[in-house]
């Protein structure tokens, strides 16, 4: 494994990389990705692998260029009404942190989509993505960079640290801004569906292509489902997105989701970690404790008199980071703050509820 910078000679090493099917680690504007060409089987095995991760879960097949969507994605299948709402989305989220679900081009291979005739694509904003990209096969499929269900990265010393050598290259392109995954839309049928939100907010998306459903039924539960020993009488729920587990995005120790009450309540303990939304509240806690500062205590946004949404996009950034740092101080257990549900908030609390989840 090699960690490169991010100059244009370092990244068309990468792309030489991937276009001989082995690995690279890249920046994007969400998290960092593990980066794989879209149509080499072994590559495809090798991204799965190096992450552990189930073949039932997809991968996103990211591109660096509209007209290129087309080797994926059989737009033309779609409903004229969803073929018009994938053109606005083309023409106003794109590229950025956007996910689309799609119908398949059959040349994509099943492994990448586990099987199902739906392909997941997005067009990254990084001009490290992008560059990586065209300079490689013009279809790179990319998970987080990370072991399956643990933290995502933000950094690339996250993906060093928790990858190693089972990548080949890391593009150290300096922290990922948004710091949460891209939203995923379904968009095959009416009305358009977010399975996970993510970078690009629910309020952002209906601005554009007006209401959109909300939520994904988890693996767990279609399983659950279809192991049920009676002959079940109703049909069997369809997984929206199979890789939406109820544990994910998890640390090591035990962590405990609280709002902003209960989080006041809460008594100091010398063993345990806690994880503010804002300042506001870890403020008023301090006083409650009588603790002042101490290296167990984090907020997710620090900024002073911003907004409810400028403070959940301050607070994505951090997120991740900041639980890998907590996560070395191996704590007994992390208290954590809800984020208010607007802007990036929702998608805040989605990974904080899986991260949750873990314990049970
Ligand atoms: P990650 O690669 O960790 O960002 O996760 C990608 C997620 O996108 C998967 O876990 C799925 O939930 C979702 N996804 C990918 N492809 C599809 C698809 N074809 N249909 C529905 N959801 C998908
Ligand atoms: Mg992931």
Redesign the pocket.
Known sequence: MRVITSCDEDIRAAAEAIKAGRLAAFPTETVYGLGGDAFNVSALARIFEAKRRPRF????VHIADLSTLDMTAETGSLAPSLRAKLSLLCRNLWPGPL?L?LPKQPAVPGLA?SG?P???VRFPSHPVAQKLIRYSTGAVAA??ANPFGYLSPTKASHVQEQLGERVDFIIDGGNAGIGV?ST?L?LTEEPARI??PGGAPREAIEAIIGHVEMGSLPTHAVLRAASCAAPCAAPLPAP?????LASHYAPNAPLFLHDAGAMLNLSFCPDEAYLFFDEETRGEWNMRNAVDADGRIFTLARGANTGTVDKTLEAAANLFDILHIIDKIKPSAIHAQKSPDAGLGAAINDRLTRAAAKRR
Do not use: C, K, M
């Open positions: 879960d997809p991968l996103i996910t679900v989509t199902l739906t392909v997941a998970p987080s995954e995923v379904d399975l996970r929206h997105s199979p890789g939406q």
